[in-house]
């Protein structure tokens, strides 16, 4: 009988104790439920026109950039402007030595006189010669007629055979000497001709030589910034060597390259005139002038070259660095107006992002 009750006794302590522990236990906190929240800016916004902006990344560069070269060899005698300094139109830029020049002209000078010289004397020898064949010519007759004679004292027995072959070796040797003569005259046009194609040449030789005196003092074509100056004074060059460089104060480019994703919609804005652009360079700005494509140049990475003037001679001095030491990042911003989306993009020689 006990083994019975002992196991409801058990359960029956085992629920009460669960009962008292259930009802002593901590109440929980009450859960709040809250609302979800969103995080937002205010802006005041209005309708207005704006236009996509394309910013590039090219060098400054001067497509009437002048080399000057030296037109002769010889030594540098002058060479008042330094790198960077601005000159006017005339001013003289380099002078090669005149002890280098001089001679070069003196030799030409004396070789168109020399053939001078010779024209006169073929001249003075075919007033000679023409000369000389009439009188051996008189002489040939004269001698035909002693021929004659001779032949009929021989006939007569009143001369010997021998007196008769002499007088017609001498008309043999007249013969000759008129023959040469006459080649001689002859000949003379052609000789004249020859003398004076050489002439000719010398005298071209003068002109070049003249023409390379007067280049030997430079002086700049147009106002300018010299950059890249090659020599000093002392210094000995020889014929087509660069002396130095001269950038124009106006017509500088910003070229840069386009890439691939825009170039439709640049080429079209520029076939429609609606494109104007702005450059800046170390942190200054100002406005560019017209921009054109160049489908001509070579590109790489998908990009396509395209150039704007920079109007003012803005950056002359930075466009003679560039190209003396490489050429250094300037910003170029075309835009499109009349357009009310923003799109902006930039490229740079080596990558080109668009957003």
């Not at 209005?46 to 009437?64: E, F, I, K, M, T």
């Not at 950039?65 to 380099?94: C, K, M, N, S, W």
């Not at 075919?126 to 001698?143: T, Y």
Request: hydrophobic share 40%; aromatic share 2%; charged share 25%.
């Amino acid at each position: 009988m006990l083994k019975r009750i002992l196991p409801l006794v058990i359960v029956a302590i085992g629920v009460a104790a669960f009962v008292a522990l259930k009802a002593t236990r901590p109440a929980p906190p009450p859960v709040e439920v809250e609302e979800r929240e969103w995080r937002v800016d205010a802006a005041t916004v209005s309708l207005s026109a704006h236009s996509p902006v394309l910013s590039l990344y090219g060098a400054v560069v001067a497509p009437d950039r002048v080399t000057l070269t030296a037109p002769l060899a010889g030594h540098i005698a002058r060479r008042p402007v330094r790198d960077g300094q601005r000159v006017e139109a005339g001013d003289l830029l380099v002078a090669l030595d005149d002890a280098d020049v001089a001679p070069v002209v003196a030799t030409a000078e004396a070789e168109v006189q020399r053939l001078d010289a010779e024209i006169e004397a073929e001249r003075v020898r075919f007033e000679s010669d023409r000369q000389a064949l009439a009188r051996e010519q008189s002489l040939l007759a004269n001698a035909r007629s002693q021929l004659d004679r001779m032949r009929s004292l021989v006939q007569r027995n009143l001369a010997s055979r021998a007196e008769l072959d002499q007088d017609e070796n001498e008309i043999a040797r007249a013969q000759v000497t008129l023959v040469t003569r006459q080649g001689e005259l002859d000949g003379h046009p052609a000789r004249v001709a020859q003398l004076q194609a050489q002439r000719a040449s010398a005298q071209a030789a003068l002109d070049e030589a003249r023409r390379d005196a007067r280049r030997s003092r430079a002086e700049a074509p147009f106002d300018g910034i010299v950059t890249a100056v090659e020599v000093a004074p002392g210094d000995r060059v020889g014929e087509g060597e660069a002396l130095l460089d001269l950038v124009p104060v106006e017509g500088l480019e910003v070229r840069a390259r386009i890439p691939a994703s825009v170039q439709r919609e640049v080429i079209e804005a520029l076939a429609a005139g609606e494109v104007r652009g702005t450059v800046s360079a170390s942190g200054v700005g100002g406005p560019g002038g017209s921009g054109r494509y160049g489908g001509h140049l070579r590109c790489t990475r998908r990009q396509f070259p395209a150039a704007t003037r920079v109007p003012g001679g803005a950056g002359a001095s930075a466009s003679g660095r560039d190209q003396k030491c490489g050429p250094a990042l300037q910003r170029a911003v075309w835009q499109r107006p009349g357009l009310r989306h923003r799109r902006r993009a930039t490229a740079s020689p080596d990558h080109c992002t668009a957003w």
